[in-house]
C-alpha cells in the first residue's frame, strides 16, 4: 500500500510541476475551435505571445509557401493567406511547442515519441476525412491524436522496465501499467488534462483511447478515430511509445465506431508518410 | 508571337443554353501556343477543355504525340471538371504535365485534380490513363524558365483556397491571368465605436490590403493581355459576395488601367449572366473615353487574340 502511495505521489509531484499550458496557448486552443473566430480575436491572442508570433511567421515563411515578399506581421499574413489557414498553422505551433517544453524520462526517447504523436494526429486527420468530416473539424482530430499519450510523460525511469515485459509478454502496454505501476497512462492523462483544463473532447481523446466506449456519446466519433490511429501507427511501427502489440481484439469495435473498413485505413499508408513529413516541419521551428 | 484562344470563360458552373450562345457557358480553359517554338500551354481545366481536346485531336495529333502543359489557377471545381474530358490524356504516347497550387494541408495535386476520376464520379479510375502525366505543385515563383524562351511568374491572388495568378512572357510578349481573385481587403475590425477596435491593427490591415493590391498591379504591370476575375458588378458585389473570391468589374478595369495594361479580357463571368446583359455591360464598362489607351472587353468563348 505505502509503495503504491508513493509511486503514485511520484506522479502526481510531476503533474503539478509540469508547464502549465500557458495562457496564450489555452487561448489560442480556445479561439481555434471557435469557427466564428474573428481576425482581429486571432491576431490579439496570438500576439500576445511574441514567440508564438514570431514561429508561426517562420512557418509561412518556410519553403512550405516560398513566398516571394517576406511576411513580416501577423495582420499581413491573416490578409493575404486568411483567417483559417494562420489559424491552423498558430494551432498546431502553439500545441507543439507547449509539450516540447516538458523534460520526460529516457523511457521514451523524444524523438520517437513525438514522431508516434505526429503520425497519430497526423492519421487521425486523415481519417477524419475518410468518415468525411469537414475540413474545419479535422484540426482537432490532430490535436487530439498529437496529445493522446501525454499521459506517459510523467512516468519514471521505472517505465522502461514495463515497456520491456510489454515486448516479452507482446501484451498491450495499458495492462501491465497498472499492474506494475499501479495507475495507467490514460489515468495519468486525466491528470495532466485537468491540471491543463483541455477541452471535454481532447480530454475524452487522452482518457479514453484505449476503450472509446467510455467517452461520452458526443465524443466517441472521435476518441474513436484517435484509437483507430493510435493502432495503425502502433502496429506500423511509426515512431515509438512503447506499444508495440496493440489490441487486436478492438479492431472491429474501433471500425464500426468509426464507420470505416480496415481496407480503407490501409489504404491511407501512401500518404501518411508525406502527412507525417509534412507535420514534422512543427518540430523543427 | 503567342496565340490566344478562349475555350472557356464562366465561372462557377457550366450555363449552356439560348441566353449564353454569344459568350459561351463553358467553364475557365484558356489555351496558348507559340508556333515559333511548337509549344503548346493550357490555363485551366473547366469544361472549356473538351472543345480543346477535340480541336487537338484533328489538328496536332495527324502531325504526332501530343505533348501539352496544364498550368491550374486554382483546384476549385469549376477550373478542374473537364478535365476526365481531356480525351488526349487517353492516348498512350501523350506527354501531359500538370501544374498547380496546393492549398495548406490539403492533398497532393495528384489526388485533387484526379480523385474527381474514381468509379464513384466517373467511369474511368485516373491509374487508367494511358497517356503519361506528370503532376507538379506550383509555388509563388518570382521566375521559372520553361524553356524555349518562355518563362512564367506566378504570384499567390486572393481567394478562398491558394490560388495562383500567372504571367507568361515569351519574345516580348506578355499574357497575365488573375482569377479567382477578389481585392485584397483590411479584414480587421474599422469601426472605432466597435468593442474589438484597435487602432493600430485596422492601420495595419489597412496598409497591408493596400500593399497587396499594389504587388498584384505590379505582377501584370504592362501585360499586353491581362484575363481578369469579373464576376461581380460593384454593386452586386457590395450587396452580398464581399469575401466569396471574386473581384468588381470596376476594381479590374481601374487597376489593370493603372498598371498599363494594354488588352484587358474581363473573365469568369456570372453563371447568371445573358448574352444581352453582357452586350449591354460592354456599352458600359469597355467604353474607349473611359478605358483609352487600354482595351477593354468581355472574354468570349471561341475568341482569338494574337500577341
Sequence with gaps: MNERKTKLDKIRAFVAKMPSLSTTVGKVLEICSRTDTSPNDLNKVIALDPVLTGQVLKLINSAYYSLVNKVTSLTRAIVMLGLNTVKNLALSTAVIRCIGQINKSKALPNKHFWEHSIGVGVMAKLLAAERGLPLAEREEYFVAGLLHDLGKIPFGDEYIGVLIRAKQEQTPLIRLEKQYLEIDHEEVGAMIASTWKLNPVITDAVCHHHAPEQAAPEHQGLVATVALADFYICLFDIGYAGNRFPDGEQLPTLLELCGLEWSSVVKLSEIVDEEIRKAEIFLQV | MI??????????????????????????????????????????????????????????????????????????????????????????????????????????????????????????????????????????EPLLDLGDGITLATTIINHPITALGYRFSFRGAVFCTAYDTEPF???????????????????????????????????????????????????????????????????????????????????????????????????????????????????????????
Design chain 2, 3 to 140: 496565340q490566344v484562344k478562349f475555350w472557356g470563360v464562366r465561372g462557377s458552373i457550366p450555363c449552356p443554353g439560348p441566353h449564353t450562345m454569344k459568350y459561351g457557358g463553358n467553364t475557365a480553359c484558356i489555351e496558348l501556343r507559340f508556333p515559333e517554338v511548337n509549344r503548346h500551354i493550357i490555363i485551366d481545366a473547366g469544361t472549356g477543355i473538351r472543345g480543346l481536346a477535340n480541336s487537338m485531336l484533328a489538328n496536332d495529333l495527324p502531325n504526332g504525340p501530343i505533348a501539352t502543359e496544364i498550368y491550374l489557377s486554382h483546384t476549385h471545381w469549376d477550373h478542374i471538371m473537364g478535365f476526365p474530358f481531356f480525351v488526349p490524356a487517353y492516348i498512350p504516347g501523350t506527354r501531359l504535365k500538370v501544374f498547380g497550387p496546393v492549398t495548406y494541408e490539403d492533398d497532393p495535386l495528384e489526388a485533387v485534380v484526379g480523385g474527381q476520376m474514381k468509379y464513384r464520379y466517373f467511369p474511368v479510375n485516373m491509374g487508367e490513363l494511358a497517356g503519361n502525366i506528370e503532376y507538379l505543385r506550383l509555388k509563388e
Design chain 2, 185 to 307: 481587403r483590411n479584414l480587421f475590425v474599422t469601426d472605432p465605436n466597435h468593442p474589438a477596435y484597435d487602432e493600430l491593427m485596422a492601420m495595419e490591415g489597412e496598409e497591408a490590403a493596400r500593399e497587396q493590391n499594389q504587388l498584384l498591379e505590379h505582377f501584370f504591370k504592362d501585360a499586353d493581355l491581362l484575363v481578369h476575375d469579373a464576376q461581380y458588378t460593384r454593386q452586386e458585389y457590395e450587396k452580398g459576395y464581399i469575401g466569396w473570391g471574386h473581384t468588381p468589374i470596376e476594381d479590374a478595369i481601374a487597376a489593370a488601367k493603372r498598371a498599363g495594361v494594354k488588352r484587358l479580357a474581363l473573365f469568369h463571368h456570372d453563371p447568371d449572366r445573358s448574352d444581352e446583359q453582357l452586350d449591354q455591360m460592354t456599352l458600359a464598362y469597355c467604353a474607349a473615353e473611359h478605358c483609352a489607351p487600354m482595351q477593354v472587353f468581355f472574354a468570349r468563348e471561341g475568341q482569338e487574340i494574337i500577341l
